[in-house]
């Protein structure tokens, strides 16, 4: 299956939920009046694409209706496509040039770290590029099992400790294996869940320092996993991991099981962060470089 068709399968339930009512709305599009663009961006927030999000959109498409002299609906929905697709940013690319160079997977527990890193482990092995998996959660029992699997399963090279200690051991451990085997890129996964809040940002903090460290010149990328099924509530999660590391990219997981795909936009436009993956499934080929033109076109059919 093309990355086209896994993302609109993966976007069935968005798509039943957003699309219908999207095009319902702008079918009924006769002419400028409030009444229509009232409705629309109401239909806009009751697909989560959020508030903020929201406005932006159809305060620009009440612009550009107007300069353009749009008429009919087919004209408004390119026109709203457009604009969709302009908010969600540049298609863009991690820059992981340096050799080796490192991704930072956080989030809070469950969201699906683990999974996603071994996704990406194994979207980087078929490109030819050589992986090592740091089992930076040493927190939970098992997760370094977990990891493990995913290791073996893409033939990724994989460090661990033992339970219960300090993550950025690892981390060090981890860079110093992959400068002596030429690793292309180093994928670090992290606790979802310490004891209490302040410890795991903490820890986020001294692997960060560990890295800066360790590899002043090399390239990083951080990325927030985040579970689409919550909605909102991963908007507030950003905000707390932002201030433990700068966030370079969004993961947003289980697109699948959810009908709250909008919720992208309202993550590019609060977080100012650009989407890089979207997870649509629990299988190692169930993840998707985010391109806004495809999300968008899948989205509105
Ligand atoms: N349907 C679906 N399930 C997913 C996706 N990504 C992850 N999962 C599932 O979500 C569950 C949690 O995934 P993990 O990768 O263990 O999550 P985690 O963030 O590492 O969790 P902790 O280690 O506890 O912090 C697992 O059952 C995964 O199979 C996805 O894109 N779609
Ligand atoms: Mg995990």
Redesign the pocket.
């Known amino acids: 299956m093309g990355f086209f068709d896994k993302i609109k399968q993966?976007l069935t339930r968005t798509k039943q939920n957003m699309s219908t009512k999207l095009n319902a709305t702008i079918a009924s599009f006769t002419g400028e009046n409030d009444e229509f663009f009232d409705e629309l961006e109401e239909t806009l927030i009751l697909s989560d694409v959020g508030g903020e999000a929201s406005m932006k959109a159809v305060d620009r498409l009440r612009e550009v209706v107007s300069e353009r002299g749009l008429r009919g609906p087919d004209e408004v929905k390119a026109a709203l496509r457009e604009i969709l697709v302009d908010m969600l940013g540049e298609k863009g690319r991690m820059k992981l040039d340096s050799r080796p160079s490192i991704i930072l997977v956080v989030?809070?527990?469950?969201?699906?770290?683990?999974?996603?890193?071994?996704k990406l482990a194994k979207l980087f092995e078929d490109q030819g590029k050589h992986v090592l998996l740091a089992a930076g959660?040493t927190f939970?029992a098992a997760?370094a099992e977990?990891l493990g699997v995913w290791a073996e399963r893409s033939g990724a090279d994989f460090v661990r400790h033992e339970e219960g200690s300090d993550p950025a051991a690892v981390v060090f451990d981890s860079i110093a294996a992959a400068i002596a085997r030429k690793t292309d890129i180093i994928i670090v996964?992290t606790?979802?869940?310490l004891h209490n809040k302040s410890n795991l940002m903490n820890e986020l903090n001294k692997i960060s320092r560990v890295i800066d460290r360790e590899m002043p010149w090399g390239d990083r990328e951080t990325l927030l996993?985040l579970?689409a099924t919550t909605g909102q509530n991963g908007l507030l999660q950003a905000e707390e991991f932002a201030k433990s590391a700068p966030l370079t990219g969004i993961v947003l997981?289980?697109?699948?099981?959810t009908a709250k795909g909008g919720i992208v936009f309202a993550i590019t436009q609060k977080l100012g962060v650009p989407v890089r993956f979207?997870?649509?499934?629990?299988q190692a080929d169930?993840?998707i470089p985010f391109d806004p033109e495809e999300f968008t076109e899948a989205l509105l059919g």
Do not use: C, S
Request: aromatic share 0%; glycine share 26%.
């Open positions: 993966g989030g809070v527990n469950g969201v699906g770290k683990t999974t996603t890193i071994g959660d939970r997760a977990q996964d606790a979802g869940r996993v579970d997981t289980k697109l699948d099981g979207v997870g649509v499934g629990e169930d993840l």
